[in-house]
């Protein structure tokens, strides 16, 4: 892991609040000023594809990362676009369902949540 590659991941396991890679870059250049954005999205997808982080794909907006790779589902708020873990991971039930009904060996699924989060819910009241 080179030094770059492991400040990305360090920065990005300091929050919970599911950054774009802009936002990451940003947050790497206080401790790598000479840092590229190319760089910061090839590192990413390196994380990725190797399971050190999640890339969270919601639809219609840009790419969010998460440091925590492990299965866990997500819920983002269609005002504000923040987005937050879910407590459980719904998916295994799901999957549970799904998985004896076909002849597909299902290796993944996506399935995004939306809703208001409770500081755009404030506002509206």
């Known amino acids: 892991m080179t030094r770059q590659r492991k400040i990305i991941l360090e920065e990005l396991r300091k929050t919970t609040s599911h950054p774009s890679a802009d936002a990451i870059y940003e947050s790497v250049r206080r401790q790598l000023p000479n840092i590229s954005l190319g760089t910061v999205y090839r590192n990413l997808e390196i994380l990725s594809r190797n399971g050190k982080i999640l890339k969270l794909e919601l639809c219609g907006y840009q790419k969010r990362f998460d440091g925590n ?57």
């Open 69 to 125: 790779p492990n299965p866990h589902d997500h819920v983002r708020c269609v005002r504000c676009g923040r987005i937050e873990d879910l407590p459980t991971n719904i998916l295994d039930d799901f999957k549970g369902k799904v998985c004896p009904s076909t002849s597909f060996e299902v290796l993944g699924c996506r399935l995004e949540f939306s809703g208001i989060c409770p500081d755009c819910k404030a506002k509206e009241d």
